[in-house]
C-alpha cells in the first residue's frame, strides 16, 4: 500500500484526516435547533380590542413563533415581508371583537413568505395550529354563554380530534431529516476528490506497470489507503448521527455500512475512470463536481424522487448517492431488512463496471506509451 | 491603451485555459439545465395513502373517498389490519396512513369527540407535509359538515351555526410564490450561488497561473494593471451570465422577476464585483489551480444552508449567522431575492448592500497586501 498518498500535500492531509470532521460539525452546529423556533412574525392588528390582543399572546406564546413587530397598516407589515425580516404576517380586521362574540365567524388572514418555503410554511403552520387552539376556546366559551353546558360545550367545540404521528422521524427534527443526507452527500464528495488527488498523485510518481494484474495492483495500492481513511470518517458520521442528531436505526446498521462500503467503490471506480480518460486533474475534478455536487438535490430527500420528471429519476440514478440513500433511509428509519434493499445495493455494484473498463483502457494506454517510447 | 492591451492578454490566458473554458461556458450551462431538473413539476403531486377502515360505515366511506379525492393524497388500497398497513408504508408502496377508528360515525353523530389518526413518512418531510395536509383537509371539512347537519338536528345550543362550526377562520395565503413551488424557492436563489461559486473556481484558478506565470517570466503588465483588467473582463463576462440566468432562464423556468433593469443590474454588478474580489484574493492563497475546486467543492452543500433561503438565518447560531455575512453569496441572494423575487425597493436593501460594500473593503485590502508581500518576496526584501 502507498500510504504516503495520505500525506502527500496539505489537501490531502485535509481530505484524509480533518476537514471532514469538521464539515460534520458544522452541519450539526446549523441544525442545532432541530425544528426552528421564534421564527419572526408581525401582526396587523386593527381592532386593537381584548379579544385580538388575546390572540396575540397566543400566537407569541407557541414556541416556533416570536411575535417580533405589530404594525398598524398592512403597507408596513408587507415592507417587512418583502426585505425579509419576518416570514409571516397575521391581519387582524377591526371588527374582530365583535364578530367573535356575535358568533360572526371573523377571518384572520395569516401571509406567508414562501420565497423562503421552508421557513414560512413552518410559520404559517404554526401561526394555524396556534389560532386553531385560540378558535376552539372562543367556541367552547360562546357555547357556554348562549347558556350550553359547559362540559359538552367543550367536548363540541372540537368535534373531531386529528392525532398527527410522524412515522419514522418522531421528533419531526430537522437535523435527523437534512443532516443525515447532507452529510452522505459531502462524503460523496470527500471520497471523489481525495481519490482523485491520491491517483494524480501516483501518475506523476512515473510510469505505471505493464502487466495488467500489477496495474490492477498498483491502483490497488493507491487508493486503497484512501479507502481506508474514508470509511473511518464514514463511521465516525454515523457515531455523529447517533451521539448528535438522534438518529437510532431501528435496522441492521450492518446494511448501512455495507452500503457506505459499496457507494465508496463506487465512487472509486468513476474517479479511476474520469483520471484514465480526461488524463488531467483538473479537468477530472471539474467534471466530478458537475456531475455529483449537485447530488444532494437528486436524493429524493427534499423533494420526492417519484414526483422528478423522468430525466431526472435517470440523472438521479447515475449518482452512488441516491441508491447509498435509499438504504440509509429504508434500514435506519422504517427498519427495512437486508432483502428489502438488495436492489440499491445491486445498483452500487453496477457502478464497479466502470473500474474494469477504465483499468482496460489504462493498460491500453500504458502499452501504446510503451511502444511510441519503442520507435524512438 | 494599456489597459485595453492587459485586457486582451487576460482574455489569451482564459481562452487557452481548456479547464476554465470548460467552467465558464460548459458548467454555467449545465447547471443551469441540472439544478432546476429535480423541481419541474414544481410542486409535490399525489401521494399515495393506505387506509385502516375499522369503522366501516358510511360516513368512513365517504371520508376515503373524500381523501382519493383531494390533489395531495390517493387511496392506495383500505386494508383490514395495522400490520398490512405497516408493510406496505415499509415497502414505499404507500407514504401516508389514515385511521378511521371504531364507531366514528356513530360518535360525530351522537357528538362525542373522535379521534381520526393520520401518519405520513416522515423521513421525507415535504411528502409528510403533503400527505397531513391532504388527509386533513379531508377529515376537517367532512366533520364540519356532520357537525352543522348535526347541530340543525339537534340544536343543543343558540350560538348562531357558523361559530359553532368555525369560531375564527383563519385562512392561509402564500406571498411571492404563489403556488409555494419548489422551483421558485431554489432557483432564484441557487443560481446565484452558482455564480459565485464558479468564479471562485475560473478566476481563481487564473489568477494562480498567472502568479506562477510571473515568477517565471517576466510580465508583460504590471501586477495592479493585469488585476484591474482581470477583474474587469470578469465581472464582464459574468454580467452576461447573470443575465442569461435572471433572464433567459428565469423566463423558461417560469420563476417570477418583478424587479426592472437597472436595479437589478446594479446589485448584480456590485455581487459579481465582490465575488471577483474574493476570488482573486483566495487565488493568492492557492499553490495550484485544482485547489479552487476543492475549496468549492466543500463549500458548496453546507453554503446552501448558511446563506439564509433554504434554512432560517434566525435558527443559527449568532456567532455562524454573524461569519457567514463575509461570504458575498449571503448579502448577494438575500438581496436579489428581496428586489427581484419579492419587489423590495432599492433604499430597503442598504444592510445587503452594506455588507456587499464592507466585504469589498475587506478583500481589496488583503488582495493588496498579498499582493506587495508577494512582490517583496521575489526582490528579495
Request: hydrophobic share 55%.
Amino acid at each position: 500500500m502507498h500510504w504516503q498518498v495520505l500525506t502527500h500535500s496539505a489537501w490531502m492531509r485535509a481530505l484524509n484526516f480533518w476537514l471532514f470532521p469538521l464539515m460534520l460539525g458544522l452541519v450539526v452546529v446549523i441544525f442545532a435547533e432541530g425544528t426552528p423556533r421564534q421564527m419572526p412574525v408581525a401582526v396587523v392588528d386593527a381592532d386593537a380590542s381584548v379579544e385580538s390582543r388575546a390572540l396575540i399572546r397566543h400566537l407569541d406564546a407557541s414556541p416556533a413563533l416570536d411575535v417580533k413587530w405589530r404594525y398598524s397598516s398592512m403597507k408596513e407589515a408587507k415592507e417587512a415581508l418583502r426585505t425579509g425580516e419576518v416570514f409571516a404576517v397575521v391581519a387582524i380586521a377591526t371588527d374582530f371583537q365583535e364578530g367573535l362574540r356575535r358568533g360572526l365567524s371573523p377571518e384572520v388572514v395569516v401571509f406567508y413568505n414562501s420565497q423562503y418555503l421552508l421557513a414560512g410554511k413552518l410559520a404559517s403552520s404554526a401561526l394555524r395550529e396556534a389560532a386553531a387552539v385560540y378558535s376552539a376556546k372562543s367556541g367552547a366559551m360562546l357555547r357556554i354563554a348562549y347558556g350550553q353546558e359547559a362540559l359538552s360545550a367543550v367536548a363540541q367545540a372540537a368535534a373531531v380530534r386529528p392525532q398527527m404521528t410522524p412515522l419514522f422521524n418522531p421528533a419531526m427534527s430537522y437535523s435527523h431529516f437534512l443532516g443525515t443526507a447532507i452529510a452522505p452527500a459531502l462524503w460523496q464528495l470527500f471520497v471523489v476528490m481525495a481519490s482523485l488527488l491520491a491517483l494524480n498523485w501516483r501518475w506523476q510518481q512515473g510510469p505505471l506497470p505493464q502487466q495488467r494484474m500489477a496495474l490492477a495492483k498498483e491502483v490497488f495500492y493507491t487508493l486503497g489507503p484512501v479507502a481506508f481513511t474514508m470509511m473511518i470518517q464514514a463511521g465516525l458520521m454515523l457515531l455523529a448521527f447517533v451521539t448528535l442528531l438522534g438518529w437510532q436505526p431501528v435496522g441492521h446498521v450492518g446494511w448501512i455500512l455495507l452500503g457506505l462500503l459499496l457507494m465508496l467503490l463506487a465512487i472509486q471506480a468513476i474517479a479511476l475512470l474520469l483520471m484514465v480518460v480526461i488524463q488531467d486533474l483538473v479537468r477530472a475534478l471539474s467534471i466530478s463536481a458537475a456531475y455529483l455536487a449537485p447530488a444532494f438535490a437528486f436524493m429524493g430527500v427534499t423533494f420526492p424522487r417519484h414526483d422528478m420528471p423522468a430525466l431526472g429519476q435517470f440523472w438521479a440514478n447515475l449518482m452512488p448517492s441516491t441508491h447509498y440513500m435509499a438504504v440509509q433511509i429504508a434500514v435506519a428509519d422504517q427498519g427495512a431488512r437486508g432483502v428489502h434493499v438488495l436492489g440499491a445495493l445491486g445498483a452500487l455494484m453496477v457502478f464497479g463496471l466502470l473500474a474494469l473498463a477504465a483499468l482496460w483502457r489504462l493498460n491500453q494506454q500504458s502499452q501504446q506509451e510503451e511502444t511510441s517510447h519503442g520507435t524512438v | 491603451m494599456a489597459l485595453f492591451r492587459a485586457l486582451l492578454h487576460e482574455w489569451q490566458l482564459v481562452r487557452h485555459n481548456k479547464a476554465v473554458m470548460l467552467v465558464l461556458f460548459g458548467g454555467i450551462l449545465f447547471y443551469a439545465f441540472l439544478y432546476p431538473l429535480p423541481y419541474l413539476h414544481n410542486v409535490a403531486g399525489e401521494q399515495a395513502v393506505v387506509v385502516l377502515d375499522e369503522d366501516k360505515t358510511a360516513l368512513s366511506r365517504t371520508l376515503i373517498r373524500r381523501v382519493d379525492a383531494m390533489p395531495q393524497t390517493r387511496v392506495q388500497a383500505v386494508v383490514p389490519s395495522m400490520q398490512e398497513a405497516r408493510a406496505m408504508i415499509t415497502a414505499g408502496e404507500a407514504q401516508g396512513l389514515l385511521i378511521v377508528p371504531r364507531d366514528f360515525q356513530k360518535d360525530l353523530l351522537l357528538g362525542v369527540p373522535a379521534v381520526l389518526s393520520y401518519a405520513g413518512d416522515a423521513s421525507y418531510f415535504l411528502i409528510y407535509g403533503t400527505v397531513v395536509e391532504g388527509l386533513l383537509t379531508a377529515g376537517t371539512t367532512l366533520a364540519l359538515e356532520v357537525q352543522a347537519l348535526r347541530s340543525v338536528a339537534v340544536k343543543e345550543t343558540k350560538a348562531p351555526l357558523v361559530a359553532q362550526i368555525q369560531p375564527v377562520a383563519v385562512s392561509v395565503k402564500p406571498v411571492f410564490n404563489a403556488q409555494a413551488g419548489y422551483l421558485n424557492y431554489v432557483i432564484p436563489a441557487v443560481f446565484v450561488l452558482i455564480l459565485q461559486q464558479t468564479m471562485l473556481i475560473s478566476l481563481g484558478s487564473v489568477t494562480v497561473l498567472d502568479r506562477q506565470a510571473r515568477a517565471i517570466t517576466p510580465p508583460s503588465h504590471s501586477i495592479g494593471v493585469a488585476l484591474l483588467a482581470r477583474f474587469i473582463l470578469f465581472v464582464g463576462l459574468y454580467s452576461v451570465f447573470a443575465a442569461l440566468y435572471f433572464g433567459f432562464f428565469f423566463k423558461l423556468y417560469v420563476v417570477q422577476a418583478v424587479a426592472s433593469w437597472l436595479p437589478l443590474l446594479a446589485l448584480s454588478v456590485l455581487f459579481l464585483g465582490v465575488c471577483a474580489l474574493l476570488a482573486m484574493l483566495l487565488g493568492y492563497y492557492y499553490s495550484a489551480p485544482e485547489q479552487s475546486i476543492l475549496l468549492v467543492l466543500v463549500s458548496s452543500l453546507p453554503l446552501v444552508f448558511l446563506v439564509g433561503f433554504a434554512w432560517p438565518v434566525t435558527s443559527l447560531p449568532i456567532w455562524l449567522d454573524a461569519a457567514v455575512n463575509l461570504v458575498p453569496a449571503r448579502p448577494g441572494i438575500l438581496g436579489l431575492l428581496s428586489l427581484n423575487q419579492m419587489g423590495a425597493q432599492w433604499q430597503q436593501m442598504a444592510a445587503h448592500i452594506g455588507w456587499l460594500l464592507v466585504q469589498g473593503c475587506i478583500f481589496i485590502a488583503l488582495l493588496w497586501w498579498r499582493v506587495q508581500r508577494e512582490a517583496n518576496i521575489r526582490l528579495g526584501l
